[in-house]
Structures are given as C-alpha cells and as structure tokens.
C-alpha cells in the first residue's frame, strides 16, 4: 500500500463516521433540559446516567447525524467518480443508505456515550471525571456495533477508525487546553 492509498483511506474512514462525531458533538450543543435517565437513581442514591444526557441532546444530536448522511449521500456521487478506485472503506452510495447510515451512526454515537455514562457511574466515576479510553471510544464503539447490521466492517477499518478517533481527540482536547478552552489536556 503506497502513501496515497493509505491517505486515501484514513481520509475516507473519517468521512465515513463523520456522522457519528457530528452527532456527538451537536449532542453537546443541542443538549440541557430533561435528562434521558428522568434523574432516576439506584438504590444506592447513584443516578442511572447523569444530568449530561438529556433528551434534546439524543434527538437533536441524531438529527444531525442523519442530516450528515444525507449530505454525504448528495455528494457520494462526486467521491465515487474521483476516488473510486482507492476506495477500500465503506461509503455511502446514495441519500437513503446517507439516511439510514447517519441514523444508525449518529443515534449510536449517543447511545454510546450513554453507556459510557451509564458504566462510568457503576463504577464509582462521577460526572466530568476521566475515564480514559471509555471516554474517546464509547460513542464511537456503538455506533460502529449498529451500523454493522447494515455495513461489512472489516477489522482494517474498525482498529483506523478507533486509532484516528483516539488521535483527533488527544489533538483536539490539547488545542483546547492550550487555548485555555479546557481546564484539562485529555
């Protein structure tokens, strides 16, 4: 595999989970009001999921993940005729597999960093704690997992798209803190 191709393919792999990162990052934006858990706890006083996920949050975040495969479904025609032949990931072809496949991956995107909310409180991790690795991949992990029901992952594609996910996040996060954005670099 030469260096284009591999370009090629990390850029690619990117494009493909577009919808998941933009979906849990709207879910940020859109989120506030009515926690998904209700402010349910355990009988341990320990909430479910936490105040961070809220219901707008889920539904606006999603929204934005199937608007993104929908963009990505209008534009599949001009990846398709330009890079065509380095296409080794998979890619959304049209507007209705960009509908379905921004669904899956943006609603998973969100299901996951519920879990990862979900898990983190289980295990004693309070709310804006660190968790390393859960933090970066839960979104990431599940919305892979619902999106396999409709795309064959290969391992390639799953270990790309994980490690780039762990380097744009390092990346971002320590721009941020640099900036004075974040109180932390991770």
Same mark, same amino acid.
């Given at each position: 595999?030469?260096?284009?191709?591999?370009?090629?393919?990390?850029?690619?792999?990117?494009?493909f989970?577009?919808?998941?990162?933009?979906?849990?990052?709207a879910g940020l934006v859109f989120g506030g009001g009515m926690p998904v858990d209700f402010g349910k706890s355990d009988k341990n006083g320990v909430r479910w999921i936490g105040d961070g996920v809220t219901w707008k949050g889920l539904i606006g975040?999603?929204?934005?993940? #199937? +608007?993104?495969? =929908?963009?990505?479904? *209008?534009?599949?025609?001009?990846?398709?005729s330009n890079f065509g032949?380095?296409?080794?990931t998979p890619i959304i072809t049209n507007v209705s597999e960009g509908i379905l496949i921004g669904f899956l991956l943006g609603f998973g995107a969100l299901l996951g960093d519920a879990l990862?909310?979900?898990?983190?409180?289980?295990?004693?991790?309070?709310r804006g704690q660190p968790a390393p690795i859960l933090d970066q991949l839960?979104?990431?992990?599940?919305?892979?997992?619902?999106?396999?029901?409709?795309?064959?992952?290969?391992?390639?594609? #799953? +270990?790309?798209? =994980?490690?780039?996910? *762990?380097?744009?996040?390092l990346l971002a996060n320590t721009i941020a803190y640099l900036l004075g954005l974040k109180d932390v670099w991770y």
């Open positions: 595999m030469d260096i284009q191709m591999i370009l090629v393919t990390c850029v690619l792999t990117l494009y989970i577009l919808p998941a990162y933009f979906s849990n990052g975040g999603t929204l934005i993940g #199937i +608007i993104t495969g =929908i963009i990505q479904g *209008l534009v599949a025609p001009y990846i398709l032949q380095f296409i080794t990862g909310s979900f898990l983190k409180r289980r295990i004693g991790i309070g839960d979104f990431l992990i599940v919305a892979l997992i619902l999106v396999s029901f409709v795309v064959k992952l290969d391992w390639l594609f #799953i +270990i790309l798209a =994980i490690v780039l996910t *762990l380097i744009i996040h």
